[in-house]
């Protein structure tokens, strides 16, 4: 029995898109499974396609849903074989070089389901996958990633298969709240040679789903949106008139320059003051050209799941620009679920030069809402023990 | 014994909960029907008092009754005791999977006494020349809690334990504010694993709150505490042992770092009980604790309330307690109101009585040495429940692995939903279809796919054995049957209900009037 006025009537089109070649380099000892001539070198080691199973494990909590849910996919091994595998009878989009498929496919099939129209983008493939995503759709489609590939930083993967489904099911036929998670790039040259080294990408919004972030039964009343508005209005509520505010990329910084009125650049650094925007997309030498001349802060958010302050997306924000502004003008802001996401792990910093991320490191106070702060470690890359999903053996290093 | 022979000893129970799908009472009864005949007023009696509606004034006055069910009294009878069926607690389960809470047994002949004549038909605004008697147990009580406590003094009048961390919010504030630095001092800090009203008490009474993450240990570090204090630090307000069962042993350089800059420091024992007679708040230094009387003390829980949040304070912070404190002059109780200080009354009267009194005959019952074995057998309980649940593949205890834990545990799933994809929320609605009751923990989940399990001294060793059985049965199944934990309970009164609409503000209704706004067509 469903309750009236809960479920809205109509169906919901789920947009499915399987990236075949996804993780084919991990169970063969290669650290991703970009570009054709890994894939070919990795099939070559005896790789087998384990995508296609783990979309396949990711719709078993849909089946059963056909009554309520259309699906929307690309043909054969892109999606349509797991689909039909599935029990759906699923509407395919465009045609597929089988065995062949690359980047292009992805981003052509996410276009065609945004043209479309479909309520939620579920894909399986790993942190190239999400990119592709990413550049196709950017924040215009809901979308959530079946975790299928080697490398997964980003944080818009659940945690599995299976909580990627019900994440699915719970954001079609139930709560239809969505939250924006990182979309990250790992340099796959430098990670062949051991080293990780990461940046922040785009992001993409994703279902804000407890099989994600939290419980099912008692998550907190406050959406992501009200969390980070409730931080911007603490920052902006304590700004003074001639500061300027040095605002790094990301969406929580993004809600402070909302909460002022002005526009800002999401991947970017903006100078922005009480009044305006000072810089829009800043570079170092832009940097510190004003910051000797007017009292200066620095905001930043670390990278969610990763835990970055400085060294990764924000390079502009340069150790001689952090020298010129000072330590205790740095402010960090972030949402209790982002520092909750680092499962315990140190903020990082890697800005390049030693003896300055020594010099910040220890604890940081963290404002988490309006009012209030939480004080949490930083660590200086070597220190801090690597981001989930790390190759065995890799160390950091500036990105 | 291995875990096959000692699982085999424990019978799992065919549970299955009452199920009536009771409506709930507003949607009961019929227009016209009546509990209680009410008889017409005689003339005389009316030509005497006249139009009684017409002494109040029209805008006091309702233009419409009110939207009561109509019901019978056998309807309403039936009506809660199906509902009495369609719950668990600690009166029918093995309900330690509520932890933080302290759920223990609540003597029946302690309820008998708060329920004589002589404290139930007292009114609260008696002369205290008449109520001499209950003010003595109220006067005994508070100093049975200086004793526990190490404090100076102690008022019982604010109602709840959140009402109590509010009061000792309130001390702090009117402290500084009398020192002349209320205004600069604006921080409280307090950690990650106290109890979230340790955060949300002093936030409401308008404080910043810094928050400590915890440290390798378990708990934060001193360094962190560092970064926390300055010149703004009001005070520190914290639980110890904290939410994970894991006690600070550096709690008293805490304490003397806040002093150190000038801060106080209230010690939130709501939950006392795996310390009760081996560690004091005042002798590790705090300036103001409280206790929960339904947690500790044994005065039951009661659905919510009403509670006693005793607080306690040093001489200095005394006159900043609530009013009003009981007072015994060697001859006369009295309810000593006459405190310029005091931070005034965070609800009214002085205290829930029945509360105290149940309290009162707990521990005088038990006696210091009672006291002490309470906490001792509540931490041996704990710690042979937490053997047996660690010995469930796929359970772990987070912090410090192979040390023991005061009072209760907060235990991870991880492993266990990485490998069936099965979370702690399935784990405990599962549980609830072998008729007991799971609790994952307070938000944010720092630990991961947590539950928090408190065995309390009230519960037998073949209580707790039956407890760790029905969890290494769901993890069995989480391994050989996902699908049937995933989609539990089966047994219980309700199946698996869709949450969403619980955080939803434009879904949710917690109440009649909300709920027929929002759903304009009745679910049922």
New interface residues.
């Given amino acids: 029995m469903e309750?009236?006025?809960?479920h809205p009537a109509g169906r919901r089109t789920l947009g499915l898109i399987v990236n075949p070649v996804a993780g084919l380099g991990g169970r063969v000892g290669l650290k991703g499974s970009d570009g054709a001539s890994v894939q070919r070198e990795a099939l070559a080691r005896g790789a087998a396609p384990l995508a296609e199973q783990r979309a396949r494990q990711a719709l078993a909590p849909l089946a059963g849903r056909q009554e309520a849910i259309d699906v929307l996919t690309v043909a054969g091994e892109m999606g349509e074989a797991v689909a039909c595998a599935s029990g759906f009878a699923p509407r395919v989009v465009g045609s597929i070089p089988s065995g062949r498929t690359t980047a292009e496919d992805t981003k052509t099939a996410a276009r065609e389901m945004e043209r479309l129209g479909v309520d939620l983008l579920l894909f399986a493939g790993g942190d190239g996958t999400a990119r592709d995503v990413y550049d196709a759709v950017g924040e215009r489609l809901v979308a959530l990633g079946i975790p299928a590939g080697v490398k997964m930083h980003s944080a818009v993967f659940a945690?599995?298969p299976?909580?990627a489904g019900d994440a699915a099911l719970?954001y079609l036929v139930?709560?239809r709240?969505v939250r924006t998670a990182e979309v990250m790039d790992v340099d796959e040259q430098e990670l062949h040679r051991g080293i990780v080294s990461t940046r922040l990408y785009g992001y993409l919004r994703v279902p804000e789903d407890v099989?994600l972030v939290?419980?099912?039964?008692?998550?907190?009343?406050a959406s992501e949106g009200g969390v980070l508005a409730a931080i911007a209005a603490d920052v902006v509520d304590r700004m003074v008139d001639e500061t300027l505010y040095i605002l790094g990329p990301g969406t929580t910084t993004r809600a402070i320059a909302t909460r002022l009125g002005l526009a800002k650049t999401l991947l970017g650094i903006d100078v922005v003051s009480r009044h305006g925007v000072v810089i829009a997309d800043a570079t170092e030498s832009q940097l510190l050209a004003v910051v000797p001349h007017r009292p200066a802060k620095v905001i930043v958010s670390p990278i969610g799941g990763q835990g970055h302050l400085f060294g990764r997306g924000n390079q502009p924000i340069s150790p001689a620009v952090l020298r010129a502004v000072g330590r205790a003008s740095v402010l960090v802001v972030a949402a209790?679920?982002k520092?909750?996401s680092l499962?315990?792990r140190p903020f990082l910093v890697d800005t390049g030069d030693a003896d300055l991320d020594h010099e910040l490191s220890?604890?940081?106070?963290v404002v988490?809402g309006y009012?209030?702060?939480?004080?949490?470690?930083v660590s200086s890359g070597g220190a801090g023990e690597p981001a989930a999903g790390a190759a065995p053996g890799a160390v950091w290093t500036s990105g | 014994m291995d875990d096959a022979n000692r699982q085999s000893e424990t019978r799992l129970r065919r549970f299955h909960q009452a199920k009536w799908d009771e409506p709930i009472i507003l949607e009961l009864g019929t227009p016209g029907e009546r509990g209680v005949l009410v008889p017409e007023v005689e003339p005389p009696v009316r030509a005497a008092v006249g139009d009684v509606l017409a002494a109040l004034p029209a805008n006091m006055r309702r233009r419409e009754p009110p939207g009561l069910p109509e019901i019978s009294q056998p309807q309403v009878v039936r009506h809660y005791l199906r509902l009495s069926q369609e719950t668990l607690g600690v009166d029918l389960n093995v309900d330690i999977g509520q932890g933080t809470c302290t759920m223990k047994y609540s003597p029946k002949v302690n309820e008998e006494l708060a329920r004589l004549p002589e404290v139930a038909e007292l009114h609260p605004l008696q002369d205290e020349s008449t109520v001499q008697g209950i003010l003595e147990i109220l006067f005994r009580f508070q100093e049975i809690l200086k004793a526990i406590s190490g404090m100076d003094s102690f008022s019982l009048q604010p109602g709840a334990g959140s009402a109590a961390i509010y009061a000792n919010a309130s001390i702090l504030r009117a402290y500084h504010a009398r020192r002349g630095d209320g205004n600069q001092r604006d921080e409280i800090i307090t950690t990650?694993f106290s109890h979230p009203s340790d955060?949300a008490c002093p936030?409401t009474a308008g404080?910043?709150?810094?928050?400590?993450?915890?440290?390798p240990r378990g708990y934060?570090t001193l360094?962190?505490?560092?970064?926390?204090l300055s010149e703004r630090t009001a005070g520190l307000m914290i639980t110890n042992p904290e939410d994970t069962g894991i006690f600070n042993p550096e709690v008293d350089e805490f304490v003397r770092l806040v002093h150190g800059v000038g801060g106080l420091c209230s010690y939130d024992q709501a939950n006392a009980n795996g310390i009760l007679g081996i560690t004091r708040a005042r002798d590790v230094g705090f300036d103001l604790c409280h206790f929960n009387l339904h947690k500790t003390f044994a005065a039951p829980h009661g659905c919510g309330g009403p509670a006693v949040g005793a607080v306690g304070a040093t001489a200095e912070l005394a006159p900043f307690l609530p009013v009003p404190v009981v007072t015994f002059d060697g001859r006369r109780y009295s309810l000593d109101y006459d405190r310029p200080l005091s931070i005034g009354k965070v609800r009214s009267f002085y205290g829930v009585v029945p509360a105290v009194v149940k309290a009162y005959a707990w521990v005088v019952s038990l006696g210091p040495e009672g006291l002490r074995t309470v906490a001792e057998t509540s931490v041996l309980n704990n710690n042979y429940l937490m053997k047996r649940v660690l010995e469930i593949p796929g359970f772990s205890a987070p912090y410090e692995p192979g040390t023991h834990r005061i009072e209760q545990v907060r235990y991870s799933l991880e492993d266990l939903?990485?490998e069936t994809?099965v979370?702690?929320?399935d784990v405990g609605l599962r549980a609830a279809d072998f008729g007991v009751h799971y609790w994952?923990s307070h938000?944010?989940?720092?630990v991961?796919e947590p539950c928090t399990l408190e065995p309390t001294e009230s519960f037998s060793k073949a209580d707790l054995d039956e407890y760790a059985a029905i969890l290494r049965r769901v993890a069995d199944e989480a391994r050989s049957d996902p699908k049937l934990v995933r989609s539990a309970p089966h047994a219980s009164t309700t199946h698996r209900v869709?949450?969403?609409?619980?955080?939803?503000?434009a879904?949710w209704a917690v109440t009649w009037r909300a709920y027929k706004r929002?759903?304009?067509?009745p679910?049922r």
Avoid: C, M
Wanted: hydrophobic share 30%.
């Fill in positions: 309750p009236l006025g809960v945690v599995n299976v909580a719970s139930g709560r709240r099989r939290q419980s099912l039964k008692a998550p907190t009343p209790p679920d520092i909750r499962g315990g220890g604890y940081v106070r988490t009012g209030e702060e939480a004080v949490y470690e | 990650i955060a936030k404080f910043r709150i810094i928050t400590l993450y915890p440290g934060p360094d962190a505490l560092k970064r926390a939903t990485k994809g979370h702690s929320e994952t938000h944010p989940w720092v991961p869709d949450p969403a609409p619980l955080d939803d503000p879904r929002k759903y304009a067509t679910i």
